[in-house]
């Protein structure tokens, strides 16, 4: 069986070192696309649509022979999606809109060759603790929630807000590995078992 090459269309570093968790060998290339939902967009349907699309963008500089990975992560709390923060008082805004209450984090991958693409989605919940205005902008000095959607990381600093959750844990990082794994060994991209 011959192994296909595998582009990450990100350049989240988080998503890297997940996917070196189990052992994928890839290269990044990373897409700059429109990330705007569209008119009454579901947060479903627009993270969904965007790594399709990271994924079909990426596929159009590659080789034939090559297998994509795109992804796109949304934190939804009630009717709001909370994208990244872009300064000190949205990050602290979106922190104390979160405190002490459970929100949704949405992760689609998609992978994709010249003849096929499939795509998953992951649905996790995520209660915070309650979080004061002094936490939440000495979290933001912290440099760790710039770039991140919902304003935190779950696997740094961010753990600590963290009071349950339901669902993928890697897929609340930016990458359900559940899902990837299946997606990939479907394109015959191996997973850190050797290929055969």
């Known amino acids: 069986m011959s192994v296909a090459k595998l582009v990450l269309a990100s350049a989240s570093p988080r998503r890297s070192e997940l996917l070196r968790q189990i052992g994928v060998e890839f290269e990044v290339v990373p897409q700059n696309i429109d990330e705007s939902a569209l008119a009454e967009e579901t947060p479903e349907h627009l993270v969904v649509r965007l790594a399709q699309q990271k994924a079909q963008a990426a596929l159009n500089d590659c080789s034939d022979e090559t297998v994509v ?9 009630g009717e709001d999606m909370l994208g990244k923060p872009q300064s000190a008082q949205e990050a602290v805004s ?3 809109a979160l405190s002490g209450k459970e929100h949704q984090v949405l992760t689609a991958i998609s992978v994709a060759n010249r003849d096929r693409q499939g795509t998953a989605l992951s649905k996790s919940s995520v209660r915070f603790r309650d979080i004061d205005g002094r936490e939440a902008r000495a979290y933001w000095q912290s ?8 304003g935190y990381a779950i696997q740094g600093l961010g753990a600590v807000f963290v009071q349950s959750i339901s669902g993928s844990y890697s897929g609340v990082m930016g ?13 015959d991209v191996p997973c850190w078992l050797p290929a055969v």
Do not use: H
């Open 69 to 77: 990975l795109g992804s796109d992560t949304v934190v939804v709390l």
């Open 143 to 150: 440099g760790e929630p710039e770039g991140k959607a919902g």
């Open 175 to 187: 990458l359900p590995l559940f899902e990837t794994a299946r997606l990939l060994m479907e394109f």
């Open 94 to 96: 979106m922190l104390l």
